[in-house]
């Protein structure tokens, strides 16, 4: 018996890196996967079906059941299809992992429109996409069950670049930031059919990272532990979309290597009150104590 026996997933951009593991992952534990890719590179140009193909390819061979789907997870009609691509293969959809998208990154100051729009489009509105015709799959399910709670789960993927930024990649931190409260709040109209929303963090070495300035530090190393190899991420992944998870949700979760951290919500750090208006005298002599103590964020991945 696997922990995802009769479950139907979507993992997107599973043709390589993170999804990749992901999909085998969940495959290895029962479920059935759509395994989408739109293929792209690593700026996100270009089509190929041969990285979804090789992974169907690689879950059966190992005796699961997957479908390769090659859609673009931003396109309204092509993530509808993604989502009815699960329910006409496998009678149903329960799991979906939003992982695709892409990087071009460059320095706010130099940034092109265009570099800003696609990689917001990519990764806000992929993951905007699957969810919401998710969303509406699920309302019909639990509808026509009675108000039987679904057992869903909604996986999100954003980034250390969200939570404390990234230099020469703010369209990507301020996407990766829309995917966390996008995925709280989806985590918040879930509940009632008894589904979960949670978001990843994850690091690993895969195209998209070993493209970056911190390269180096995600190099294997010749003998040892593999601290940043992907693989270290999917039993997460798997975990969330189980039945051990029913009590998770709406959280913000990152794993690499041996390492699983759960992240506090934004709580407040400082609290004060004054009577009467606002000066800037009275704010500075509130606040100013408050951040003359705190270190200002220099360190993007803090290793
Ligand atoms: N690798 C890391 O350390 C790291 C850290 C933080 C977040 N992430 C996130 O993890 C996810 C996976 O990244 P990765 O490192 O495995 O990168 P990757 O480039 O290896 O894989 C991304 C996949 O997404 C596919 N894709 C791109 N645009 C698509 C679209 N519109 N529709 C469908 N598929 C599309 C690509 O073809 C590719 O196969 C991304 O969301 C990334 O931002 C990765």
């Keep these: 018996m696997g922990f995802l026996d009769g479950r ?54 190992m005796g699961g059941r997957a479908v390769a789907h090659f859609g673009d997870v931003a396109d309204w009609e092509q993530s509808a299809d993604l989502v009815r691509t699960a329910v006409d293969e496998f009678g149903a959809l329960d799991i979906v992992v939003n992982n695709a998208g892409f990087i071009r990154d460059s320095m706010l100051q130099k940034m092109e ?15 905007f996409c699957t ?67 949670n978001v990843l963090v994850p690091r690993a070495r895969t195209r998209m990272i070993m493209s970056g300035p911190s390269a180096t530090r995600f190099e294997q190393p010749e003998h040892g ?26 959280q913000v979760l990152q794993v690499w290597g041996g390492e699983v951290t759960v992240y506090e919500r934004p709580r407040r750090a400082f609290e004060a009150t004054h009577e009467g208006d606002w000066t800037l005298e009275v704010l500075d002599d509130l606040l100013g104590p408050f951040f003359a103590d705190q270190e200002p964020v220099v360190d993007g991945f803090g290793l």
């Design 8 to 61: 139907v997933a979507i993992v997107t951009g599973a043709g390589r890196g993170l999804g990749r593991v992901e999909a085998l992952e969940l495959a290895r534990h029962g479920a059935a996967v759509v395994v989408n890719d739109l293929g792209t590179t690593l700026a996100g140009t270009g089509h190929d079906a041969s990285p979804a193909e090789d992974v169907v390819a690689e879950i059966t061979a």
């Design 113 to 127: 429109e265009s570099e800003f729009d696609d990689v917001v489009r990519v990764h806000l509105k992929g993951h």
């Design 225 to 250: 532990f593999d601290t940043f190899a992907p693989e270290h991420v999917a039993p997460l992944v798997a975990w969330l979309a189980s039945p051990l998870a029913e009590r998770v949700s709406g």
């Design 131 to 197: 969810i919401r015709h998710t969303l509406s799959h699920w309302r019909e399910r639990w509808k026509a069950g009675g108000g039987e709670p679904l057992g869903g789960r909604l996986i999100s993927t954003s980034s250390e670049a969200a939570l404390i930024g990234a230099m020469g990649s703010g369209n990507y931190s301020a996407a990766k930031a829309g995917i966390t409260a996008l995925t709280i709040s989806a985590a918040r109209e879930v509940l009632r059919f008894g589904c979960t929303a």
